[in-house]
Antibody, heavy 117, light 109 residues
């Protein structure tokens, strides 16, 4: 059964870059026609799509975050990654990695990232 | 961008009752590509429904989705104790660009 697991620092300083990775296990990131994406959820708030990547390398970003987001994929490691630059306290959230053929059918457990000095 | 509005914000019901959750889109959702998720505190969302009405694998048949165009509904026929949670709708008609509704909390009355 395919599983996703986020990893990365839980604390990031303001103005720095948030970097997270998502490791795919129980299957290959290269099998099937899927998008691989990132969703975030600030404490006590709703879900926000950050962006997604296709295996071809094509990327799609939320317009509100586009200038600060980079998503990449490393098929040799069955991983994809998120970088969010120039973070502020508003970027404090639980970050989820997801697989989406359309709907988000597989989710990672999520990782809490706090932006604070 | 398609904006999804969920109502009500909170639904207070008793176990065994029927829950009806609404999700309204600011414009028609292509091919009724509308999904529903359940989220409990401290957990990742759980995939419930896709294509507006198709249950995901392993989802009990007390959960049903309906609707088309701009108006969609999630119905829980008889609430079980484990169904009290937050529910989100999400459109993927513009996939991979996605949007979510603001959520409906189903709480115990």
């Amino acid at each position: 059964q395919l599983q996703l697991q986020e990893s990365g620092p839980g604390l990031v300083k303001p103005s720095e870059t948030l970097s997270l990775s998502c490791t795919v296990s129980g299957g290959s990131i290269s099998s099937g026609s899927y998008f691989w994406g990132w969703i975030r959820q600030p404490p006590g708030k709703g879900l926000e799509w950050i962006g997604s990547i296709y295996l071809s390398g094509s990327t799609y970003y939320n317009p509100s975050l586009k200038s600060r987001v980079t998503i990449s994929v490393d098929t040799s490691k069955d991983q994809f990654s998120l970088k969010l630059s120039s973070v502020t306290a508003a970027d404090t959230a639980v970050y989820y990695c997801v697989r989406h053929p359309g709907a988000l059918d597989i989710w990672g457990q999520g990782t809490m990232v706090t932006v604070s000095s | 961008e398609i904006v999804l509005t969920q109502s009500p914000g909170t639904l207070s019901l008793s176990p065994g009752e029927r829950a009806t959750l609404s999700c309204r889109a600011s414009q028609s959702v292509s091919s009724n590509y509308l999904a529903w998720y359940q989220q409990k505190p401290g957990q990742a969302p759980r995939f419930l429904i896709y294509g507006a009405s198709t249950r995901a694998t392993g989802i009990p048949d007390r959960f049903s989705g309906s609707g088309s165009g701009t108006d969609f509904t999630l119905t829980i026929s008889r609430l079980e104790p484990e169904d009290f949670a937050l529910y989100y709708c999400q459109q993927y008609g513009t996939s991979p660009r996605l949007t979510f509704g603001g959520g409906t909390k189903v709480e115990i009355k």
